[in-house]
């Protein structure tokens, strides 16, 4: 009887942790069984990939044509591919020409490659066909302060903003109005706005750089271009910009590196093929500074001085006939050319007397000063100064 009082309590906790072992695993296999599966979650640029492919299959099946046309022209201009999403709107438009939802993303489009007459009239056939979205408004404010037209621009952009105030393109406008209008401080607060509610929007970093740069805050304006440069490194305009922050710091072989870099994303821009140019004439690579500048000249043949550049090539290598050829032509387009006269003058002094002239004055102004090669001694003060004194010229006081 003794022994049963003892393992009483043992028996009855055994029975009570048996019980609840039951009831745990029941209670566990019934939430495997109610259990959720994880949702895959598929990344933007995949569900745009199959996006454009369902729309191309409907498109190509002639099924509501103008309408996946429009769709497929807005996830390619959300990717940025301008040529695409043109082609595609204008297909839309073709298809049925009274939409403004249409009107306004083809301007969105002609705005950002630059069309800045098709862009107005885009939008303004938009906000004929009854548009009246914020994203219209910002549009036109948009398009016309690039035209110069701030008030009309202003008035555009009040009631945007009166419509949606936190949105990240009306504040990019709204800087650009400030800065125009020579607010720089407000603009750069605008533009900081704009970039915070919308990292994706390029010209802000651009332009907030280059304003930085203008105000001499050079620190600043590289902080942002390497924001940008992380977010947008496909981006030409940004890599030129940073080009120009260092050449204006002195540094131009830091500059050039930027430079070529803008050339290889663009192999069309024409600012950074003339400033690859200038660096390449400065250092006397003349056979380089050719392949630059004749590149330059097939994009954009009439790009200012590039006859005389190119002629100047041709003299510094030796190739007089060629060098006269271009001088010849500079002559042609503006008889006054000074620059183009004292080339042919110094090819005409050296063909007759190559030793008369060396033909090193006109590379000084090509010449960089490393100052940190040039010592400069100072002037120490003498301590004392002893001077005799001139009695017969000491003036008698009476």
């Not at 490659?113 to 994203?135: H, K, T, V, Y």
Request: include cysteine.
């Amino acid at each position: 009887m003794k022994v049963n009082r003892i393992l009483y309590p043992i028996f009855y906790s055994l029975i009570i942790l048996a019980t609840t072992c039951i009831l745990q695993s029941c209670q566990s296999d019934a939430r495997n069984n109610t259990r959720i599966p994880p949702v895959i979650k598929n990344t933007k640029a995949k569900l745009e990939k199959d996006a454009l492919l369902s729309l191309t299959e409907l498109i190509n099946r002639n099924i509501d044509q103008n309408s996946n046309y429009f769709k497929r022209a807005r996830i390619y201009f959300d990717k940025e591919q301008f040529k695409q999403a043109l082609a595609d709107i204008n297909e839309a438009i073709e298809e049925q020409e009274n939409v403004g939802e249409y009107f306004l993303l083809r301007g969105k489009i002609n705005r950002e490659i630059g069309e800045m007459d098709l862009a107005l009239e885009d939008a303004e056939r938009a906000e004929a066909l009854q548009q009246n979205s914020p994203e219209l408004y910002v549009l036109l404010a948009d398009i016309l302060q690039v035209k110069g037209k701030f008030r009309e621009a202003g008035k555009y952009l009040n009631q945007a903003m009166q419509m949606a105030p936190y949105d990240g393109s009306a504040y990019y406008v709204k800087g650009m109005l400030e800065a125009r209008q020579g607010d720089s401080l407000s603009s750069l607060t605008s533009l900081s706005y704009a970039m915070n509610v919308n990292p994706r929007l390029l010209r802000a970093y651009l332009q907030s750089t280059i304003i930085n740069r203008k105000l001499l805050n050079y620190d600043q304006a590289l902080v942002i271009n390497d924001m940008a440069i992380k977010r947008f490194p496909n981006m030409p305009e940004l890599y030129f910009e940073k080009g120009e922050l260092y050449n204006v710091l002195a540094k131009p072989d830091t500059a050039i590196i930027y430079y070529q870099k803008a050339v290889s994303l663009n192999p069309k821009y024409t600012e950074a093929l003339y400033q690859m140019a200038t660096y390449e004439i400065k250092q006397r690579y003349y056979y380089k500074a050719l392949v630059s500048l004749q590149q330059l000249q097939k994009v954009k043949p009439d790009y200012p001085l590039i006859n005389n550049m190119i002629g100047l090539c041709y003299e510094k290598t030796g190739d007089y006939p060629r060098a006269r050829e271009y001088y010849t032509v500079a002559l042609n387009m503006n008889d006054a050319d000074r620059d183009a006269h004292n080339g042919l003058w110094r090819i005409r002094v050296r063909e007759t007397n190559p030793s008369y002239y060396s033909g090193e004055s006109d590379e000084r102004q090509y010449k960089l000063l490393d100052t940190a090669r040039v010592k400069i001694d100072l002037i120490q003060p003498r301590k004392s100064i002893n001077m005799q004194v001139d009695s017969s010229r000491k003036a008698k006081i009476q």
